[in-house]
């Protein structure tokens, strides 16, 4: 009898979620093809199916206990069928509860991802389910191996965590306090980002404003910045998410002087009200905000704003209601995110009295979204005939005849031209706008 192959096992990641989630399934899928796991073209023929999921708000929740029923029958008829359940519901423990009796056997929290490999061997040889979560945070592992697919754009973590409990978010207790990562290390990731083939990158943090916050070397998110906008190769940086309450000249001086820093900053606003900011704990007033916009504008002209906007939090009269669709008209924000809040247990504001109906929360969104369209278009048709430096992604998902391309200010812009185009930096006249794309036509000087 000969020796029998071993074939490697294959690994499916489902990511839920922020673009933090998307940036730790490519840390969990270096960490398994690390460990000789390749990955599958499909579910149907993964030995390991791993569920990366977030906890913001009840609706992704809800996809995911979707999914996991679905998998977990599919483990009925493929006993073999390893299960694994991390990121931010993992941390919670009423879902680690429900997960007892659901067939899957690793879970694994936000703070011991590197863990991974070893939890999973544990599982295999034990053929009993493996809870291991961390409650707190550790130090920052460094470095940790990366799956990323090819392209030109790339995550990169800049620092963990959030310090700032505002009263209906989740996310300082799925993530744990707020952790820079060392200048010396993100760098050293840039240049081979850029060594690989990368153009762009997203500096991704809860509040990039505070970074360098608890580091040794004295280090503010503007000298990173400097820092990085002379990596050779990378050839356009944008960073999110900005907290408005602490953007300081500094910053605006920096991101007006990197000429690879894009002109954009997501400075979410959440609601205009004050009376709601403060039950937020959002630290800002409306006022605060509309100062920060102007500041915004005279340092960075042609600035593009966005936001993230909740309607519905515990308390909000249809006066409050009022106040954002207010502010949403003073600033006009080039986008937003708009959201109805949800209730999460461990946070404040789950606690508050004078939570809001369903029907009204769907209301105001309808109302807010109907504001939010009509300024987003009116400001894409302001570009109509104007020439745009786009970085061209590649053939459009909607219509593969045509190339899709971003402009500094994060707007889509679909136009015609050849594949030798892809990858590259253009210029492309504006032609048509709608709400959430542009399009052109190549604009070759
Ligand atoms: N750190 C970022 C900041 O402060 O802007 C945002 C992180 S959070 C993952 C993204 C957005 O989800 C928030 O800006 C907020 O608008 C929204 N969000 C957070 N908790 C929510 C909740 N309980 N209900 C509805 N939306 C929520
Ligand atoms: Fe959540 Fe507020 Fe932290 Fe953003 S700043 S992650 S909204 S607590």
Redesign the pocket.
Known sequence: MGDKEIKPLKYRILTY??Q?NVRDSETIAGLLEGSGFNQAEDLSEADLILFNT?S??HSAENKVYGKLGEIASLKKKRPELLIAFGGCMAQLPEVRQKLKKSGVDVVFGTHNIHELPYLIARAQEERNPVFEVWEKEGRIVEPLPSCRKPGLSAFVNIMFG?N?F?S????PYTRGRERSRKADDILRELEELAAAGYKEVTLLG??VNSYGCGLEEKIEFADLLYRANSVAGIERIRF????PKDVSDRLLQAIAECEKVCEHI???L?AGSNRILQRMNRNYSREHYLKLVERMRHYVPGVSITS???VGFPGETEEDFQDTLDMVEKVRFDAA?T??????SG?R?AEFAEQIPLEEKKQRLERLNRLQYQIATEINQELEGSIQEVLVEGPSKTNPQKLTSRTRSNRIVIFSGGKDLIGRLINVKITEAKTFSLFGEFFDE
Request: proline share 3%; hydrophobic share 30%.
């Open positions: 979620g922020c933090m977030c913001v708000r959030c700032n505002c209906y978010c989740i996310v809860q509040n999110t998410t900005s907290h997501h400075a979410p959440q993230d906007l909740i995110f959201f109805m809040y949800s209730q999460r946070t504001a």
